[in-house]
């Protein structure tokens, strides 16, 4: 019999307000009633703020960020159409195998895990594709498996430099709503994300920015999709309605979580995630171990990866959180298994629950075999935490 809290510090899914799953509570409605359009204007047009475009459309697809990775690939390209990716951890290895999968040509770059999306090697590369033969460039902003985030306004750059036209996908499912997105500015043309991350969502909904040239190209591709059709999904949006029947409830509580997000303001929320992450990064720093990540510029800000020791296995540190003290963390990916445990700070979350996940880090650290010394990880991010948070944000934008 467990007591309390059950602690969730994975990297999605992610705590759902009480707000919002009152606000999914809804009693069945007509999705062809005729003021139900109303609720998916707002929600695309509030989801193209956050997405930071104008140019483009939001989706919403019933689904998880997988769905919309597929819908992304099958609408827009062509079987044997060469695509470049690189593979620097879970969820980039996992859109590669999709992407060979849909029969795509893909031109992998093999990197570290922790490592970010290699821009130099990618300008090389497409600075050599004279005749345009990549048709796509896939960039994983947030690699959710080592905590990793780049660059995406560099890839950008380096396409623009040598007037390479392919379309630019971006993988934001743990980033898009807790690190700034800007779709229109970096010229994104295909964004994905899901509910259950930065949305604060139960899983069920994949979420897709579509850039005018991604929809150009959706009309003329050949690759072969049905459910996911950007054509029936875009003529029903029109009016704010879907062309089969959505996901009602998730969709009501999208509302609301859009919503608290907008009231706190979503520069706000990004700032909020940065001085939570910076907390975290504190407390390992304080615990004297590395990161996932290879460098300090790629630090996430909605995951830390946190590599133990030699010889002490991270599923150990993980199993001890989740039977002793009622606490989910992430575990290591792939060839992280063992070793890497990863702390979820995204979401709907605040200092104190930050505190809570590392002080139940250090006790189930301990007990695996870490040398730690117990406070010191939460005595590092309260230093953090101590600074009051206008003074924190203010200096976040200055710093821009
Ligand atoms: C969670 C995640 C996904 C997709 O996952 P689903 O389980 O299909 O929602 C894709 N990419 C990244 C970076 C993720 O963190």
Known sequence: MKTGIQHLYIPGPTNVPEAVRQAMMVPMQDHRAPDFGDLGLGLFRDLKTLFKTEAGKVMIFPGSGTAAWE????????????????????????????????????????????AGTPINEFARILGNDRHGEIKAVFVTHNETATGVTSDVALVRRAMDDCFHDALLFVDGVSSIGSIDFRMDEWGVDLAVTGSQKGLMLPPGLGILGVSPKAIAASVSNRMPRAYHDFAD????????????????????????????????????????????????????????????????????????????????????????????????????????????????????????????????????????????????????????????????????????
Request: glycine share 10%; aromatic share 8%; net charge neutral.
């Open 233 to 400: 999904m875009l003529r029903m949006n029109e009016t704010g309605y879907f062309p089969y029947t959505p996901p009602i409830g998730l969709l009501h509580g999208l509302r609301r979580a859009l919503d608290r997000m907008m009231d706190e303001g979503f520069e706000n929320v990004f700032a909020r995630h940065h001085r939570l992450a910076k907390g975290v990064r504190a407390a390992v720093q304080a615990w004297g171990l590395d990161m996932g990540a290879e460098h300090p510029s790629l630090y996430s800000d909605t995951v830390t990866a946190i590599r133990t020791p030699q010889g002490v296995d991270a599923r150990e540190v993980i199993k001890i959180a989740y039977d002793r003290y009622s606490c989910s963390l992430g575990s290591g990916l792939g060839p992280l298994a063992g070793k890497v445990f990863r702390i979820g700070h995204l979401g709907d979350l605040n200092e104190g629950m930050c505190m809570t996940a590392l002080s139940i880090a250090e006790l189930a650290m301990a007990a695996a075999g870490v040398q730690v010394r117990f406070g010191s990880g939460v005595a590092a991010a309260q230093t953090v935490y101590a600074e009051p948070v206008a003074r924190a944000v203010q200096r976040l934008h200055a710093a821009e």
């Open 71 to 114: 819908a992304a690939i099958t609408n827009t390209l062509n079987p044997g159409d060469r695509v470049l990716m690189a593979r620097h951890g879970q969820f980039s290895h996992l859109w590669i195998e999709m992407a060979k999968r849909l029969g795509l040509d893909v031109q992998v770059v093999d990197l570290a895990w922790g």
